[in-house]
């Protein structure tokens, strides 16, 4: 059974700095695409970055720039790094598989 654990969120002000974390477990991560996706309250799910399985990546206008998408094969783990954060980036962070997998999400609130 997949399990997708994200975890590193929290409460951060405006300008700082944030790494979430995507564990996965019960699949073959190297060969599978990833992304992440955010939910602020009242709006719909949209995509962040994503992640393929040798590396490419691509990004939301919103974050370029700011946010950089990782993973390490060897430790089944996706990573997002979040600099210069914004109030506006505030929402629930939520890792996905190409395989239809999701995380249950982690809390990113920035605010002064």
């Known amino acids: 059974q997949v399990q997708l654990v994200e975890s590193g969120g929290g409460l951060v002000q405006p300008g700082g700095s944030l790494r979430l974390s995507c564990a996965a477990s019960?699949?073959?991560?190297?060969?599978?695409?990833f992304g992440w996706y955010r939910q602020a309250p009242g709006k719909q799910r949209e995509l962040v970055a994503t992640?393929?399985?040798?590396?490419?990546?691509k990004y939301a206008d919103s974050v370029k720039g700011r946010f950089t998408v990782s993973r390490d094969n060897a430790k089944n783990t996706m990573y997002l790094q979040m600099n210069s954060l914004k109030p506006e980036d505030t929402a629930v962070y939520y890792c996905?598989?190409?395989?239809?997998?999701w995380g249950q999400g982690t809390q990113v609130t920035v605010s002064s």
């Open positions: 992640i393929s399985r040798v590396g490419n990546t």
């Open positions: 019960g699949i073959d991560f190297s060969i599978y695409s």
């Open positions: 996905n598989c190409a395989d239809g997998s």
